[in-house]
Nanobody, 123 residues
Framework: QLQLVESGGGLVQPGGSLRLSCAAS????????IGWFRQAPGKEREGVAC???????NFADSVKGRFTVSRDNAKNTAYLQMSSLKPDDTAVYYC?????????????????WGQGTQVTVSS
């Protein structure tokens, strides 16, 4: 059964860092591009970062310079490293995969999704 499981969320103070993980099971991540998305209460889901099969990355303007995305195909896991966190980063974060060759932040391109992990940035 194909499954994506996010972990690493939690409560962090403004300016702090977190690393989210996205572990895949039932399939191999190296065949997919991986996207990270977030959804805050009352807001639409937005694309945060993506990494394609070749390792090319793309980021939303709101997180450029603060977030990095990576993948470890040997561990079948992707990561979202978040630094200089702000209260506006508070949201449920999701990872998703697509067979599309390009890296896209458009959620409609993604085929399989994890269940999400909560990130709260607050003092």
């Amino acid at each position: 059964q194909l499954q994506l499981v996010e972990s690493g969320g939690g409560l962090v103070q403004p300016g702090g860092s977190l690393r989210l993980s996205c572990a895949a099971s039932g399939f191999t991540l190296d065949a997919y591009a991986i996207g990270w998305f977030r959804q805050a209460p009352g807001k639409e889901r937005e694309g945060v970062a993506c990494i394609n099969k070749s390792g090319l990355t793309n980021f939303a303007d709101s997180v450029k310079g603060r977030f990095t995305v990576s993948r470890d195909n040997a561990k079948n896991t992707a990561y979202l490293q978040m630094s200089s966190l702000k209260p506006d980063d508070t949201a449920v974060y999701y990872c998703a995969v697509t067979t599309s060759a390009i890296g896209t932040l458009k959620s409609s391109w993604y085929e399989y999704w994890g269940q999400g992990t909560q990130v709260t940035v607050s003092s």
